[in-house]
Antibody, heavy 118, light 111 residues
């Protein structure tokens, strides 16, 4: 069955860096664009970044541009999010999700918690 | 990249219907027929229930339906059941390179 498993979430100090990973299985990873979506504690969903199926196209929400980098390794079925210059407002559960029909997200991981705090 | 606007809460009695509006702009909801809806239960990942404004993924009951008029999309849950209590989020493609935007979310309560 389809599985997306995020990892890498932890507590990090403001200004620090962190790399999240998402391991995909059960579907043909290399043909799907992928997204990162986050949810701050008690808040709503926020789209963060997306990458095309081949990694050639990337897009970001304005609040993370220049600080976060999305990437993928189709040989390892892995999606990544490199997060630099972290701020307290980046504290959230980070989900990876596929880019499905009509830019919907059919498959989701269970999320990984990133806490930015001193 | 402003969030789509949803009411914070909606409610209905079992068997009734509830409709949740999702208001965007002429650059997202109003321009593209790429509106999705998600159901999220506490502590769980979101679940896709509507895509491309009106389509339901396999396994989603036909009690869930979507529509759009102008810059506002709507999700209707008919025949409300206790199990429908959850948070609901809309999402729209926002143009450019795969950028998307989510709604502010609506908590549905079954009275």
């Amino acid at each position: 069955q389809v599985q997306l498993v995020e990892s890498g979430g932890t507590v990090v100090r403001p200004g620090g860096s962190l790399r999240l990973s998402c391991a995909a299985s059960g579907f043909t990873f290399k043909v799907f664009g992928m997204h990162w979506v986050r949810q701050a504690p008690g808040k709503g969903l926020e789209w963060v970044a997306a990458v095309s199926y081949d990694g050639s196209t990337k897009s970001y929400v304005d609040s993370v541009k220049g600080r976060f980098t999305i990437s993928r390794d189709n040989s390892k079925n892995t999606l990544s999010l490199q997060m630099n210059s972290l701020k307290p407002e980046d504290t959230a559960v980070y989900y990876c999700a596929n880019n499905g029909l009509g830019y919907s997200n059919e498959y989701w991981g269970q999320g990984t918690l990133v806490t930015v705090s001193s | 990249q402003s969030a789509l606007t949803q009411p914070p809460s909606a409610s209905g009695s079992p068997g009734q219907s509830v409709t949740i509006p999702c208001t965007g702009t002429s650059s997202d909801v109003g321009y593209y027929n790429f509106v999705s809806w998600y159901q999220q239960r506490p502590g769980k990942a979101p679940k896709l229930i509507i895509y491309e404004v009106t389509k339901r993924p396999s396994g989603v009951p036909d009690r869930f339906s979507g529509s759009k008029s102008g810059n506002t999309a709507s999700l209707t849950v008919s025949g409300l059941q206790a199990d429908d209590e959850a948070d609901y989020y809309c999402s729209s493609y926002a143009g450019g390179d795969m950028s998307c935007v989510f709604g502010t979310g609506t908590t549905v309560t079954v009275l």
